[in-house]
């Protein structure tokens, strides 16, 4: 695949993972200082890695919240929260990642892990009311 491939590839699964408000809010603050970095994982994290037939996205949805507690990212986690959702990961499995987190990432950083899943959840929840 070409970089050409790998980004419009990147584009679609990023949009299907984040959804489209998302990949919108990042591109229009896109500038020339950034324009490269937002290449870079649009090529890469989502064109070479999420496309990518090992893993299903309900898996590296799994593994990037762990990731991204283990090295206390809260913005990240949050928006990855609601790709993990839009993923297919329930409640219950997101409920024991973070669990699984807390032996192995440090009960403070799962604590943090928790009260932003809990508030995602319940965002998630009046979404769907």
């Not at 970089?3 to 500038?31: I, P, S």
């Amino acid at each position: 695949m070409n970089d050409d491939e790998r980004r419009r590839a990147g584009t679609r699964v990023r949009r299907q993972v984040l959804g489209d408000a998302h990949v919108d809010r990042a591109e229009a603050r896109t500038n020339a200082f950034t324009a490269e970095f937002q290449d870079l994982i649009t090529r890469y994290a989502w064109g070479e890695i999420w496309t990518r037939p090992g893993l299903d996205r309900k898996t590296r949805s799994c593994i990037t919240l762990t990731a991204l507690v283990a090295l206390n990212r809260p913005e990240e986690l949050e928006m990855h929260l609601r790709a993990a959702l839009r993923n297919g990961v329930t409640t219950e499995e997101i409920r024991e990642v973070l669990l699984h987190c807390a032996v192995y990432c440090g009960v403070p950083a799962a604590n943090g892990a928790f009260a932003i899943a809990r508030r995602v959840l319940e965002e998630s929840a009046e979404a769907r009311e």
